[in-house]
C-alpha cells in the first residue's frame, strides 16, 4: 500500500512562498494523478490541485490559479506544490493524495492514501 508524507509547511508572511513536498512509499505511484487538499479549522476539506500521473495535465482551484504551482519528479516519488503570493486565507493543514477514482479531481472522495499532512501558516 502507498503511503504518503508530506512536508514543508510552516508559518510565512503573507506575500511570501512556501513549497511543499509529497513523497511516496514506493514507486506505485508513478501511473497515478496525485492531488492536494487543504482544510482549514471549521471549514471542508477543499482541492488546491491536481496533476497527471506524467504532468501533462494539471488543475487549479480558482483560489489559487496564478499563484500555485504544482509538479512532479517520479524519478523521485515526489510531487510539489510551489506556493507564492501566499495570503492568509491559505492558512490550512494541506494533504496529499493519490487519484484512484473517477470523478472531478476537486472531491475528496476520489483520492485515497492520504497523507498526514503538513501546516501552512499565513500571518497578515
Known amino acids: 500500500q502507498v503511503q504518503f508524507v508530506e512536508s514543508g509547511g510552516g508559518l510565512v508572511q503573507a506575500g511570501g512562498s512556501l513549497r511543499l513536498s509529497c513523497t511516496a512509499s514506493s514507486s506505485t505511484f508513478d501511473g497515478v494523478g496525485l492531488v492536494w487538499f487543504r482544510q482549514a479549522p471549521g471549514k471542508e476539506r477543499e482541492g488546491v490541485s491536481y496533476i497527471s500521473w506524467n504532468g501533462a495535465r494539471t488543475e487549479y482551484s480558482d483560489s489559487v490559479k496564478g499563484r500555485f504551482t504544482i509538479s512532479r519528479d517520479n524519478a523521485k516519488n515526489t510531487m510539489y506544490l510551489q506556493m507564492s503570493g501566499l495570503k492568509p486565507e491559505d492558512t490550512a493543514m494541506y494533504y496529499c493524495?493519490?487519484?484512484?477514482?473517477?470523478?472531478?479531481?476537486?472531491?475528496?472522495?476520489?483520492?485515497?492514501?492520504w497523507g498526514q499532512g503538513t501546516q501552512v501558516t499565513v500571518s497578515s
Open positions: 493524495a493519490a487519484k484512484t477514482y473517477s470523478g472531478s479531481w476537486s472531491n475528496d472522495r476520489t483520492a485515497e492514501y
